[in-house]
């Protein structure tokens, strides 16, 4: 099934052909089945559905939405900010479409099923292997347990550490 792809705010460097193509290899890759739908938008619309849905009052880079159960052949949407996704691309030193693509990917696999947060690292390992099979770099749980990990050190060694970078 191909997916729904909606663009309210426009990727640099990504057509909407090349989304979709990206889409459905990454659904195979993640066995996931039934329709997708993802909206690329600016951090206004997805702050307002961050705090509808999420309760949280803040832009995010990318929230999931998996269909109920008793719906067939819908797997999900994907909200993506397109701001976001320009603002990590430039801080981590890759293109706005590759984080695009990184994103959809980490949303897909929610609406797979996959939850970082209670799994044990099993979406985490899951995420890493695709990656690699669609040629992504680094992912954002990835990321995130860097970060976290990070801001756990003393402040002399992180910037000892940012020094060796």
Do not use: W
């Amino acid at each position: 099934m191909q997916p729904t792809i909606i663009v309210k705010q426009r990727v640099p460097g990504m057509s909407k052909r090349e989304l979709t193509k990206f889409i459905a290899d990454a659904c195979r890759a993640t066995r996931l089945r039934g329709m997708v739908t993802v909206m690329l938008t600016d951090n206004r619309e997805i702050r307002a559905l961050n705090l509808r849905f999420k309760g949280k009052d803040r832009a995010t880079d990318v929230l999931s939405f998996p269909a109920p159960i008793f719906v067939r052949g819908f797997a999900g949407d994907i909200v993506i900010s397109a701001e976001m996704a320009a603002k990590n691309a430039r801080a981590l030193g890759h293109s706005v479409s590759d984080e695009v693509r990184i994103l959809v990917l980490h949303a897909l696999l929610h609406l797979a099923g996959y939850d970082h947060d209670s799994d044990h690292g099993e979406m985490a390992r899951r995420e890493q292997l695709m990656r690699k099979r669609l040629q992504l770099p680094s992912g954002l749980i990835e990321r995130s347990t860097s970060m976290s990990s990070e801001r756990r050190r003393p402040k002399s060694n992180a910037r000892s550490a940012r020094a060796r970078t």
